[in-house]
């Protein structure tokens, strides 16, 4: 059937794709045949999903991304979520080495702290990017299979967990794939349950970036001022760290703290109203942008990090 048809008539459990993948299910998992059916009997083809997924937020200027993120109401809320949940954040940060403010901001800047996990079943949003998305189609059809794979797992109806438009899940929005990769049960209660249980909500968003080398006490983007236009030979898509601070200097810039003579860094531009501000991005940075591949959105985590810090410091 045309991915146009399906788009017009919204069920999908017919068409050969999903016939095929139901058929990759039982014979590569062991899935029951008539279980799958079942499933994939209720799952819709969602217009407002595809719609969404063709202008993300990324695609913003930074001064007005910033906005969405550093709000006072959001910096308060981090204040809270972190009195609240001191003792999970303290083991999370002795256990993993991941700072206490970086996993509260995840958290704040993915969900608002669990005000917005997504209301999308996330059944729906996998199918639809994975079988009308013709250009995410094999992502999208790994993570559907992850995601019915970690349902088995954790004893889910794959019919009820709901997510963002892309199938993230939970207050930290993991894909299913990173979930069964790296969520974890913090607390010991022989689930890991990412929508409701705040420990291992923490733990796993620990977890997450211990394994992609979060280095311990290590800074993570500091400020640059340009002496004059030669530093933009070296701006570029990349954002793992490619020069060090002799080739910085090299470029006619002063970094506005001293880092480690070794230091590798990644100079970023974000665009202003009125110009743009530079920053030297560490291993850190690099880091935060494994779990969205986006410089706003770790600059975002960083940023109001540092300011849910700050006020918490300054609270009575």
């Keep these: 059937m045309p991915l146009l048809l399906i788009a ?62 550093l709000t006072e109401a959001r910096i308060d809320a981090g204040v809270k979520f972190w009195r609240d949940n001191a003792p999970a954040l303290v083991a999370a940060e002795q256990q993993y080495g991941v700072p206490a403010e970086i996993i509260t901001a995840i958290i704040g800047v993915e969900t608002l702290f669990g005000k917005n996990t997504g209301n999308h079943r996330v ?40 997510g963002s438009y892309a199938g993230a899940m939970g207050l930290p929005q993991f894909m299913p794939s990173s979930f069964r990769a790296y969520a974890v049960d913090f607390d010991n209660d022989n689930r890991r349950d990412i929508w409701h249980n705040n420990n291992d909500v923490i733990g796993s968003v620990g ?50 703290r001293q880092l480690p003579l070794d230091s590798k860094v990644k100079l970023l531009n974000f665009e202003l109203e009125q110009g743009e501000e530079l920053w030297a991005a560490l291993n850190n940075f690099y880091v935060i942008t494994r779990y969205n591949h986006s410089p706003l959105y770790a600059m975002a985590v960083y940023q109001l990090s540092q300011s849910i810090l700050n006020k918490k410091g300054s609270y009575p």
């Design 207 to 256: 977890n997450y970036f211990a394994k992609h080398h979060w280095q311990v006490g290590k800074a993570i983007a500091v400020p640059v001022i340009a002496k004059d236009k030669t530093y933009r030979s070296a701006l570029n898509k990349n954002l793992k760290p490619n020069l060090s601070l002799t080739e910085l200097e090299s470029l006619n810039l002063i970094v506005s």
């Design 123 to 162: 059944i729906d949003a996998l199918s639809t990017l994975a079988f009308a998305y013709p250009a995410r189609s094999k992502f999208f059809t790994s993570e559907l299979e992850h995601f019915l794979l970690l349902c088995r797992d954790e004893r889910i109806n794959p019919t009820a967990p709901l």
């Design 8 to 69: 017009c008539t919204g069920n999908i459990k017919d068409t050969e794709s999903v016939k095929t993948f139901i058929e990759q299910m039982a014979s590569k998992h062991q899935f029951d045949k008539s279980e799958l059916d079942d499933w994939f009997e209720t799952v819709e083809i969602k217009q407002d999903i595809l719609k969404r997924i063709s202008s993300p937020s990324e695609g913003m200027p930074w001064y007005k991304y910033r906005k969405i993120f």
